[in-house]
């Protein structure tokens, strides 16, 4: 008998960032220390996330359905893609939407007295219960509807993208269970970092070789408030409160980041990226990508 095929997740896959930011200025510290800064180089900018465990912002609609899109878009049937996050960014999704559907939901915790990973359980099962109530009275409305055959899943249950849930102490840990769990399955599709703070800077550390080794991009939403007057003309830019930042401020070649053309970011997230700025009430939001140099 031949051996079993195993598709262990393959070193190339890469690690892709999504997140959104904001600019917040601070005064730097290095120019802070000298008086011979000139006045120019005495602000950095500084990348807000988040802001008492939540978004600085509120509700952005144009960039929470770029995430779900992007991040629930398996890249071929019968695949699922994960989204690996702190704890504290597990406890931000509103309980009645976590786990996120359709995606692997990987909750990195020290908690080891196991109620985290009990929580997390819990609330999988009664997501998998309510995805399953409005799956079924969706096809009874049709079948009422009589559009039964017109509105049949294109997918079968087996190929739709998977809601599931895994609690890990760690990233290496959470790579390693993806790759047991689903990629010996070959139901692996992307892998996001989708935060916070703790969980992007550990995901660019120079950890494990199993992380080094792997290419890490960035997707970022770009997000600043500039109010428009009652004549239609752009205010100034009023910035957002923020208490959490994104560990990386500069994409330069000397930081080791390039930046991505819209062509190589609508390939990574599966549909059209322009970089133009979109207005959306005060806000204005721009997606753009970086990629770690070798
Ligand atoms: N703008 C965006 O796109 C975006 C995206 C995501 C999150 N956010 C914001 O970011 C903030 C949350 O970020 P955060 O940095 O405070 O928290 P976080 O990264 O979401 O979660 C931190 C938690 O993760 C666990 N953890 C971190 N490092 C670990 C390690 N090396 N080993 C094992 N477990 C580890 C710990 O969980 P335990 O405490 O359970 O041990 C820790 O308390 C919120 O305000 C959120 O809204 C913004």
Not at 64 to 87: D, E, H, L
Not at 121 to 141: D, G, N, P, S
Not at 263 to 275: A, H, L, P, S
């Amino acid at each position: 008998m031949p051996p079993p095929t195993t598709h262990s997740i393959p070193s190339s896959l890469p690690l892709t960032l999504i997140v959104a930011t904001t600019p917040i200025r601070v005064a730097s510290a290095s120019a802070a220390a000298t008086t011979t800064t000139p006045p120019s180089d005495q602000n950095a900018t500084r990348l807000g996330i988040g802001l008492k465990g939540t978004l600085p912002w509120p509700r952005i609609k144009a960039d929470m359905s770029f995430f779900a899109r992007v991040t629930s878009r398996p890249p071929k049937q019968g695949t699922t893609n994960a989204i690996i996050m702190g704890r504290k960014t597990y406890d931000s999704v509103p309980k009645h939407l976590r786990p996120l559907g359709k995606r692997i939901s990987v909750v990195i915790t020290r908690d080891q007295t196991g109620s985290v990973r009990e929580g997390v359980l819990q609330e999988l099962e009664a997501r998998k219960v309510k995805m399953a109530a409005t799956a079924k009275a969706k096809a009874e409305a049709a079948v009422e509807a009589g559009q039964g055959q017109a509105t049949a899943p294109a997918q079968s249950p087996a190929e739709e993208p998977a809601t599931d849930a895994i609690v890990t102490p760690s990233l290496d840990a959470a790579l390693e269970q993806l790759d047991t769990v689903y990629g010996a399955e070959g139901r692996l599709g992307k892998v996001f970092v989708i935060g916070g703070a703790e969980i992007y800077g550990a995901s660019l550390r120079a950890g494990s070789e199993a992380l080094m080794k792997r290419p890490v991009r960035i997707v970022m939403t770009h997000v600043v408030r500039k109010p428009v007057s009652e004549s239609g003309e752009e205010g100034v830019e009023q910035p957002f409160e923020c208490d959490t930042f994104f560990p990386v401020e500069k994409f330069t070649a000397e930081n080791g980041w390039r930046s991505a053309s819209e062509e190589e970011v609508t390939e990574w997230v599966g549909e059209d990226v322009t970089g133009e700025w979109k207005r959306e009430g005060d806000v204005e939001v721009q997606m753009v990508g970086y990629e770690r140099l070798d």
